[in-house]
């Protein structure tokens, strides 16, 4: 019984040898001579002048989930429509489930701001209007967008 496994088990152990003499020769062997240059952030030869603009405020990934969700629903619901009268009630039981997993992450998405690509917070006046000073040049945040685009950009400059 052990006899079919042995191929498997020399082929891990010289892995796992080969793995380990390649670290120790390579610690051993390299030339280690640290120089400001060699310790800098390679930015494909090209010194950095700037410091990184800030990370932009959209939450991409919960549009990216809720496409994904939204994928394997129609990968599932197509054999289902295909085969749906062979299934029976068991068929439209496992549907009706999978349907609630997916509305569920649907809300899940949703409730955490998936689709709010507006400004984070809304200025309201008493009787309910919003304001008209808030535009999309006072209340977008243009990130990295400095070297892109001749002159400044959301300033009263760029006029």
Same mark, same amino acid.
């Not at 793995?19 to 494909?44: F, N, R």
């Not at 700037?50 to 932009?56: C, V």
């Not at 990216?64 to 009630?89: N, Q, S």
């Given at each position: 019984?052990?006899?079919?496994?042995?191929?498997?088990?020399?082929?891990?152990?010289?892995?796992?040898?080969?793995?380990?003499?390649?670290?120790?020769?390579?610690?051993?062997?390299?030339?280690?001579?640290?120089?400001?240059?060699?310790?800098?952030?390679?930015?494909?030869?090209?010194?950095?002048?700037?410091?990184?603009?800030? #990370?932009?405020?959209?939450? %991409?990934? &919960?549009?990216?989930?809720?496409?994904?969700? /939204?994928?394997?629903?129609?990968? !599932?619901? +197509?054999?289902?429509?295909?085969?749906? #009268?062979?299934?029976?009630? %068991?068929? &439209?039981?496992?549907?009706?489930?999978?349907? /609630?997993?997916?509305?569920?992450? !649907?809300? +899940?998405?949703?409730?955490?701001?998936?689709?709010?690509?507006?400004?984070?917070?809304?200025?309201?006046?008493?009787?309910?209007?919003?304001?008209?000073?808030?535009?999309?040049?006072?209340?977008?945040?243009?990130?990295?967008?400095?070297?892109?685009?001749?002159?400044?950009?959301?300033?009263?400059?760029?006029?």
């Amino acid at each position: 019984m052990l006899g079919q496994y042995l191929p498997l088990l020399a082929l891990l152990a010289i892995a796992t040898l080969f793995s380990a003499v390649s670290l120790v020769m390579s610690g051993l062997l390299a030339p280690s001579k640290p120089t400001p240059p060699k310790l800098d952030a390679y930015e494909c030869g090209i010194v950095p002048s700037r410091d990184t603009p800030a #990370r932009f405020p959209v939450r %991409f990934f &919960l549009v990216a989930m809720i496409f994904i969700v /939204f994928d394997i629903e129609i990968i !599932f619901f +197509y054999p289902w429509a295909v085969a749906h #009268r062979g299934l029976g009630l %068991f068929g &439209l039981g496992s549907i009706l489930i999978f349907s /609630f997993a997916v509305f569920e992450s !649907f809300v +899940y998405l949703i409730g955490n701001g998936a689709l709010q690509w507006g400004p984070l917070k809304q200025v309201a006046h008493p009787d309910g209007s919003v304001s008209s000073k808030r535009t999309t040049t006072t209340t977008v945040r243009r990130v990295g967008l400095e070297d892109r685009i001749p002159g400044p950009v959301g300033t009263e400059e760029a006029a």
